[in-house]
């Protein structure tokens, strides 16, 4: 397929999508609005906050077409959540293309900020720095398998302090229905919502920061829900031993310090690209402490990783999926938790997912609903490309991200170059994850003006 050919039906595909979701937006006017704010959050250079958007959407008109992207995303009453689930309904079938969603997972990204205004922002731990930090931070469930994932719910955690505080709630526009919640009483209701509208079930993933949270465990089973949930070394629990007998309570880590060498394997999970992913794992049943008010708990599998050249364990998950499950398969289940990562990289780098600089609640929302709809339609294009095929364009080989990469406590990367590939030259499947977005930045005309703005004309 040539240059132009291509151009032309990734276009006409986008044009199809967003024409999708002028369905949820409520009024006419917001059809022309949402059409340009996608488009920009897809080829505009740089920063994608309004300002750039429309410059890039509108040259001739910037202040003008500034104005109206700036009331659509920060003052148009338009609903997030149909939004997401009309996201959710159009990408799904190519994430699922080639096998079924594997595992929902629960986790937060962080928005580091100068200044005291934007809404929720307080010094607290920010993810993105590895440190406390002034920042924003942000709670999503996304859904998953090996070859794709994406979010389904975003919401912001408020801050107590933010909550109780009637001059800035007014001020950002905070809805009253709000409330202070934790996160993981956020994630436990983007939990609730998602199996009420039918989303395919699966196991929840999380890490430790919410996999401590007894409540959200207890109350994920309530769901009718598994979890595997990471865990801290101190987390306390009985061995289930012969006949159902439980043994002395200790910490997990003691547990694992006990356990015989033969009760130790090693197992890979995934080919990484210089290095096979591989460590010792070993598993035992347990049970936890029950929670005050609450039925007592059952049987729950603790997953134990201690890999050969460290001095003592270093991960621990308790899970409730079925005891049963091959060990590999239990690994690789765990393992899965990389691909929010992959998310929170891409979106941010590619899509301009912390860019919104306004200070409302239903502007950093709106924001970050219009980020995932614009990534949800490039998992959908990088879907198209075929795992190997003969002629294929892009050689991929299996995934390949090692289960130590983690933004989470490290700076973040630098932006990633928009410079022409070569489609030519074979790609991991890691480096096809990475670039997949700049690919279709680059059909769409992202690093060439003239491109962008031949693109632009088919919308005015």
């Known amino acids: ?37 996608c488009t920009g959050l897809l080829v505009t250079d740089g920063r994608r906050s309004v300002e750039p958007i429309a410059a890039m959407t509108a ?29 959710h309904g159009m990408v799904l079938p190519a994430i699922v293309r080639r ?3 594997q595992v929902w997972i629960i986790d937060d990204t962080s928005f580091p900020k100068s200044g005291s205004k934007s809404v929720g922002v307080q010094h607290q731990y920010c993810g993105e720095l590895g440190k406390q930090a002034n920042c924003q931070v942000a709670v999503t469930l996304s859904i998953a398998n090996h070859h794709a994932s994406l979010p389904i719910a975003y919401r912001l955690y408020l801050p107590r302090e933010w909550a109780k505080d009637k001059a800035r709630r007014k001020k950002a526009r905070i809805p009253k229905e709000i409330s202070f919640k934790t996160k993981p009483e956020i994630a ?74 033969h009760a130790w394997r090693t197992i890979r999970w995934r080919d990484g690209t210089n290095e096979k992913l591989e ?27 201690w890999p050969e050249n460290k001095t003592e364990p270093t991960k621990y998950w308790l899970t409730t999926v079925d005891k049963e499950m091959p060990f590999r398969e239990l690994v690789d289940l765990v393992k899965m938790r990389w691909r929010i990562e992959r998310d929170y990289l891409d979106m941010k780098q590619e899509v301009g997912f912390g860019h919104y600089e306004g200070r409302s609640w239903p502007g950093f929302h709106h924001h970050g609903t219009l980020c995932i709809a614009v990534y949800g339609f490039l998992i959908s294009e990088r879907e198209r490309i075929p795992p190997s095929a003969p002629g294929c364009a892009w050689g991929v080989k299996k995934p390949a991200i090692s289960d130590s990469y983690r ?42 003006e003239k491109e962008a703005s031949s693109l632009m004309t088919q919308y005015n």
Do not use: C
């Not at 001739?60 to 997401?84: C, E, G, I, R, Y």
């Not at 590939?421 to 279709?440: G, H, I, K, V, Y």
């Open 59 to 87: 040259p001739a008109t910037t202040s003008v077409q500034h104005q109206k992207l700036l009331h659509f995303v920060a003052n148009s009453p338009w609903a997030d959540k149909p939004m997401l689930a009309k996201v």
């Open 99 to 101: 096998e079924p969603i």
């Open 279 to 305: 460590s010792r794992f070993a598993r035992v049943r347990v049970r936890t402490a029950p929670i005050r008010g609450a039925a007592s708990r059952g049987e729950e599998t603790l997953l134990i990783e």
């Open 188 to 261: 436990l209701e983007q939990i609730g919502a998602a199996v009420a509208a039918g989303v395919p079930r699966a196991p929840v993933l999380k890490d430790a920061s919410y996999g401590v949270n007894a409540k959200l465990r207890a109350g994920i089973t309530a769901l009718g829900l598994t979890y595997a949930a990471g865990i801290t070394p101190t987390i306390m629990v009985r061995r289930v031993l012969a006949r159902g007998e439980l043994g002395k309570r200790m910490s997990v880590k003691s547990v694992a310090l006990r356990m015989p060498k």
């Open 1 to 37: 397929m040539n240059p132009e050919q291509a151009i032309a039906e990734s276009t006409s595909r986008f044009e199809a999508y967003v024409g999708e979701l002028t369905s949820v937006i409520g009024h006419p006017e917001r059809v022309r609005p949402l059409n340009d704010y």
């Open 407 to 448: 933004p989470r406590g490290s700076p973040a990367p630098d932006p990633t170059s928009r410079s022409r590939l070569d489609r030519n030259a074979p790609l991991s499947f890691d480096e096809r994850n990475r670039t997949s977005t700049r690919q279709m930045s680059v059909l769409w005309g992202a690093t060439q």
